[in-house]
């Protein structure tokens, strides 16, 4: 098992910036894919980025279109938490954001429904 618990959220004027954090804990051997998903009322849960790391210690990272430019994803594996840097901010990027862990070969789709372990969520408002 994988417990995640995501930080950061809050509320901020379209323009700006948030930084959420997620840290994981427990068996977290297969799970080195990480993501960011979102989730808006009334419409499903959609992916926003993830990342994972290669046998060679290298980063891939993967994004929506919809934040490609704006948000960051990174990963510090001696802190075994995953940071999504969000900037540039708007209004539609209000949801509840969530962290989500699965195995490296489903990283690249952001699919929803590959991933195993998901942290509670964490609200962020972009007030225009």
């Known amino acids: 098992q994988v417990q995640l618990v995501e930080s950061g959220g809050g509320s901020v004027q379209s323009g700006g910036s948030l930084r959420l954090s997620c840290e994981a804990s427990?068996?977290?051997?297969?799970?080195?894919?990480r993501g960011w998903f979102r989730q808006a009322p009334g419409k499903e849960r959609e992916g926003v980025a993830s990342?994972?790391?290669?046998?060679?210690?290298?980063?891939?990272?993967y994004y929506a279109d919809s934040v490609k430019g704006r948000f960051t994803i990174s990963r510090d594996n001696a802190k075994s938490t995953v940071y999504l840097q969000m900037n540039s901010l708007k209004p539609e990027d209000t949801a509840m954001y969530y962290c989500?862990?699965?195995?490296?070969?489903?990283?690249?789709?952001?699919?929803?429904?590959?991933?195993?372990?998901w942290g509670q969520g964490t609200q962020v408002t972009v007030s225009s």
């Open positions: 989500a862990a699965t195995e490296t070969s489903w990283c690249q789709g952001l699919q929803r429904d590959k991933y195993h372990y």
């Open positions: 427990g068996n977290t051997a297969d799970s080195n894919c």
């Open positions: 990342i994972y790391t290669n046998s060679r210690g290298e980063y891939h990272t």
